[in-house]
């Protein structure tokens, strides 16, 4: 049996990986965790896995699943209920358990299907015409606000109903609101409370507006299941628009950032992305994924990584590091984007598999090939910025050429 390693390096290598630092390249902290052992303590007791098999197993195991809200009250947050930040992370649907979770999700999955998605493909392709247009025009620019941004927000903008003009401040808002993904602390809480405060009174007058007037978008559907009945209370209605929009574009963002600078570190592989844009995407997902870690707690007696797991332990799966898994990838550090069998975790396993996996593939799979083809002179500038997060993995600047020697 596999023993659980807490020691002086495991501690130091883990605080090195919430570091400016650490974050710059956490593979080889990840790959040392690795060899110490499959599973390691954390300071705050949480247990850490890093193998691919183990991650997948913590995101799939029935008998692990999320601290019910109520709960926050015994591990640290007597008053998580007056913390609107708080409250809309814990309540929505990525937080719950059956049969709430089952119930939440059915109500939104139909319009996630990767056949639904497939509907929005000219839309996408037009939209990333329109912005390689104005990037195009521009010599230098930042990437992440002229394109990775702006592309994500308006897609599922568009799907939600969120007015157009309005997108631009979700940016922010979404940015200090899921630091609580992180280490949530007083600082942390300061200014995600006003964040996730200021997103609730923007979608509470959106939703009065759509019950006035539905259109034909999901917030409308929301609406109309909240007034059919016992299916969804307004609470519920608000926080998974919330969430919607939020994991909508926050995600995509860094993908569409992480593989481009992967992909100008590997010119070589430009024409790989352009035969197969889908094994690509899967393999940008691997090599950078834009979700490095999600948690569990455990409810009955498991086993993972071959330790015993009790009631109440928590669990974190270090889903990048997983992803770099010499056992199950061959040459874990190189993008190969060709790979075959590929099976990244960056989507996460199980009832909690992320809604919009085929949103953000389809999005990506015609953005990138078509901005390459376009802009085949595109650079890095220097000067970019890191996502000041663990868990969400990106930038909040990475400056570009467009014409680089013109
Ligand atoms: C869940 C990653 C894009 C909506 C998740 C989870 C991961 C993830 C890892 C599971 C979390 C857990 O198990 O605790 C990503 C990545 C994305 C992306 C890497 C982009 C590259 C999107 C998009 C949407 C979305 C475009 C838009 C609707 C959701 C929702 C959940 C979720 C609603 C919760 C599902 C549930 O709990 O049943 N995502 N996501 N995600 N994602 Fe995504």
Redesign the pocket.
Known sequence: MTTVVESPEVLTLLTELTTLTGREDPYPRYARLREISPIVRAGDNALVVTRHADCAAV?RDPKLGHMPAHMLAFVGFPDWAEHPALQQFFTS??A?NPPD?TRL?RL?SSR?TARRVQELRPAIEHMVGELLDDLADSREADFVGAFAFPL?VNV?GELLGVPKEDRAQFQTLVRDWSQVLDIITPEVLKKADPAAQMMRDYLTGLAAERRRHPQDDLLSALVSAEEEGDRLTEDELLTMAA??FA???E??T??LANGLVALLANPGQLPALAEDPVAAVEEL?RFD???QI???VAWEPTTIAGVAIEPGDRLVAY?GAGNRDPERFAEPDRLDLRRADNAPL????????????P??RL??QVALPELMRRLPRLALAGGAERRNSLTLRGYTKLPVTTREGK
């Open positions: 995101t649907l990525i719950q979770h999700r939104v996630f994500p599922i969430l919607l994991a909508g574009f995600t995509t860094n993908l997902l994924s834009p979700v999600v948690g569990r889903l960056s989507f996460g396993g199980g009832i909690h598999y992320c809604l919009g996996a949103l953000a999005e990506a």
